[in-house]
């Protein structure tokens, strides 16, 4: 079992930049793929971004695309989230997932491919 928790969340103007984190307890999450999903009020969860285990091959949706970079510090057993010309399109709550038992260099867009969720954290973008 593995809990997440995310940190960093916050409000930043527009064309401004944050970094989220999800941190992983209870066990190490060296060999698990991670995801970060975004979600709204009355919306689905969608995919953002995901990193693999093993040579942390990277995918993300095309709308953050160039704006956001993904990366894991497995000592620290922490995933990032690097968000840059924030949109105000780009608030939401954003959540991790964790999901074990995997390919090494897979990495997972859909909600249900992921075993372990994070509470989610708060990211504003002011216009």
């Known amino acids: 079992q593995v809990q997440l928790v995310e940190s960093g969340g916050g409000l930043v103007q527009a064309g401004g930049s944050l970094k989220i984190s999800c941190t992983a307890s209870?066990?190490?999450?060296?060999?698990?793929?991670v995801g970060w999903f975004r979600q709204a009020p009355g919306k689905e969860r969608d995919f953002v971004a995901a990193?693999?285990?093993?040579?942390?091959?990277?995918s993300y949706a095309d709308s953050v695309k160039g704006r956001f970079a993904i990366s894991r510090d497995n000592a620290k057993n922490t995933v990032y989230l690097q968000m840059n010309s924030l949109h105000p399109e780009d608030t939401d709550v954003y959540y991790c997932a964790a999901k074990q038992n995997t390919g090494v260099i897979a990495t997972y867009k859909l909600r249900n491919d992921y075993d372990y969720w994070g509470q989610g954290t708060q990211v504003t973008v002011s216009s």
């Open positions: 209870g066990r190490s999450f060296s060999s698990y793929a």
């Open positions: 990193i693999s285990w093993g040579d942390y091959s990277t």
